[in-house]
């Protein structure tokens, strides 16, 4: 396996329910990211990890988790969703988020909360 | 405020012709600028990417991009449509202030008939 890999591919939740989405990468990068892409409107960045520390975190909804373990995984927990967050949640990887490094995306959870 | 324009919401081309992609950007400093490919339903793919050395350059699948700071302009082109090309392409620049937080384009559709 290379590169970021995402893991479900598409999940069905409902509002009561609790999820988590997984985000690995073979890079060796020591930052991570997760965005949301919804439709019509550009790339949201939720959350910023930099050797397992969190360094960002983008006014996001409690409803949303973060967990960096390592430098290679991380994962979005998720509960109580709303409509609204239906959406495509992408993670990425640089090598590191102290210079301007590239970002590396994974495929992808599409998430539709019912 | 820094941002990036992509000049065209759609473009269409014949396979086999040319393929050009705009993208004008405006930033204080000398930037680090990328594009960025995202087939339907798949997650972003690196296409290529200019952190001020040449000012062309070349990516994946036959693309490339010059960097002209006079016309602070960096388009994408392709000498030759491939179907496979199809997809939304996104112009991204790392904002000033922060060494992962991209500003995206809105994206550029391309269209490849046959």
């Known amino acids: 396996e290379t590169g970021v890999t995402q893991t479900p591919r598409h999940l069905v939740m409902g509002m009561t329910n609790k999820k988590s989405l997984k985000c690995e990468q073979h890079?060796?990068?020591?930052?991570m990211y997760w965005y949301k892409q919804s439709a019509k409107k550009p790339l949201e960045l939720m959350f910023v990890?930099?050797?397992?520390?969190?360094?960002e975190n983008n006014s996001v909804p409690s409803r949303f988790s973060p967990e960096c373990p390592n430098s290679s995984h991380l994962f979005l927990h998720l509960h109580t969703l709303q409509p609204e967050d239906s959406a495509l949640y992408l993670c990425?990887?640089?090598?590191?988020?102290?210079?301007?490094?590239?970002?590396?995306f994974g495929p992808g959870t599409r998430l539709t909360v019912t | 405020a820094q941002s990036v324009t992509q000049l065209d919401s759609h473009v269409s081309v014949s396979e086999g012709t040319p393929v050009l992609l705009r993208c004008n950007y405006s930033s204080s400093y000398s930037p680090s600028l990328f594009w960025y490919v995202q087939h339907p339903n798949k997650g972003l793919q690196l296409l290529l990417k200019?952190?001020?050395?040449a000012t062309l350059v070349k990516g994946i699948n036959g693309f490339e991009a010059e960097f002209k700071k006079s016309e602070t302009s960096f388009h994408l082109t392709k000498p030759s449509a491939h179907m496979s090309d199809a997809a939304e392409y996104f112009c991204v620049v790392i904002r000033e202030d922060s060494n992962y937080q991209l500003i995206w384009g809105a994206g550029t559709k391309l269209i490849i008939k046959p």
């Open positions: 990890y930099s050797l397992e520390e969190r360094v």
């Open positions: 200019y952190t001020s050395a």
């Open positions: 890079l060796g990068h020591n930052a």
């Open positions: 990425a990887s640089s090598r590191n988020s102290a210079a301007p490094y590239e970002q590396y």
